[in-house]
């Protein structure tokens, strides 16, 4: 087992990487001194496979444990389903030093970890995260939220889990476009933070796709200790943490004129990603052979790199862009890279250029 740790002072917690891990969940929470109550909040296809498993470990600990189960997708990510949350904790009489456990992908995550950060305003949670995307992006950091119609991740509240369980077992059950999607968060570590990852991903991408046990548990703890590391740095994205936002705000509004389900988020930040590269090229001095590698890097991973929009799409792209969380004073800010393993945040793109960047070609 690896182990990586997020230094935020009396925030601080432990991200623990490795096989048959949900088994031992309700010692970790025993070690962690939470309440004897707690809820965990999944939805139904992963509480099929892995809740069982998870109340037998809570409840051999001492836990009395109720299990909420939500719709899968980005459906669930809504404030609609946070009041069902916050209805059947309070029915079943969770306190304040009761936990709440997410248990799923990013979008249980997001919802549980909103759900924990308002319910009588702030009760612990830990993460346990069953998808590749989730347990190197966004279990890690503290981000929670749910969405709105007008854009993705709009209500939401920096909230710090008490630990993270990445449990390299649950990735053997992951639909192989599920786990090529984590890929695109794993890719963009390299991009943004650390030019020998990216070589790595590049030398290793058919081990990754075969989830061979050690360079995924590898892997993983590397792009867990890039994010602790900027976490570290800017815990609420005031700076640096915004290099995070790589290919997202392109992604994200992908993702919301597509209705929330036709891409995937890792398919959408990667054609994202690939746009941000040619912007970076043409605005930025990325060198052409990075901005090549880039884009064969995502292909490689069996990803999209480019969308196919009508004029009214485009319109609607650059209308959800506007309401992004990374628009301030009303301008589209984007990250862009200098080269591979070194980007800077906070940059003006003009509209033309990002017309140019998301041209099917």
């Known amino acids: 087992m690896q182990k990586v740790k997020v230094d935020l002072d009396v925030r601080s917690y432990s991200i623990e990487i490795g096989g048959k891990l949900i088994p ?38 001492g836990f009395e444990v109720h299990v909420i189960t939500v719709d899968n997708g980005e459906q669930a990510k809504s404030l609609k389903v946070v009041a069902k949350c916050y209805d059947e904790l309070a029915s079943h009489r969770l306190e304040r030093r009761s936990f709440i456990v997410a248990l799923g ?38 981000k929670t939220g ?29 639909p192989s476009r599920e786990y090529r ?41 590397r792009c867990c200790e890039i994010k602790a590391d900027v976490v570290g740095q800017d815990e609420t994205e005031s700076g640096l943490r915004a290099i995070l936002n790589f290919g997202h705000t392109i992604g994200h509004a992908i993702e919301a004129i597509s209705g929330y389900g036709t891409y995937l988020h890792g398919e959408a930040i990667s054609i994202g990603q690939v746009a941000a590269a ?29 969308i196919n929009l009508s004029p009214a799409q485009r319109a609607k792209l650059f209308a959800a862009m506007k309401v992004d969380k990374k628009v301030s004073a009303g301008e589209v800010k984007f990250v862009l890279a200098r080269k591979i393993g070194a980007v800077e945040f906070g940059q003006k793109v003009t509209t033309e250029t990002i017309n140019r960047s998301i041209e099917a070609k």
């Open 24 to 61: 031992t969940l309700g010692k970790r929470c025993v070690d962690l001194g939470l309440g004897r109550r707690c809820a965990i909040i999944t939805d139904r296809i992963v509480g099929r496979l892995y809740a069982k498993t998870a109340v037998a470990s809570l409840t051999k600990a």
């Open 105 to 142: 992908g990013g979008v249980v995550g997001d919802l549980a970890g909103f759900v924990a950060a308002t319910y009588l305003r702030g009760i612990p949670f830990v993460q346990v995260p069953t998808t590749l995307l989730s347990q190197v992006d966004s279990s890690v950091g503290g």
């Open 278 to 306: 040619k912007i970076s090229a043409e605005q930025f001095e990325l060198p052409e052979p990075d901005v090549a590698r880039i884009a064969d890097l995502f292909k490689r991973a069996g990803l999209p790199t480019k």
């Open 181 to 221: 999607a984590g890929l695109a968060e794993v890719i963009k570590y390299g991009i943004i933070y650390d030019a020998s990852l990216f070589a790595r991903i590049e030398r290793d991408l058919p081990k990754l796709l075969k989830k061979d046990p050690r360079t995924l548990a590898e892997v993983v703890a």
């Open 146 to 174: 749910v969405n709105l119609k007008a854009g993705k991740n709009l209500v939401g509240a920096f909230y710090q889990p008490r630990l993270v369980l990445c449990d390299l077992d649950t990735l053997r059950n992951l």
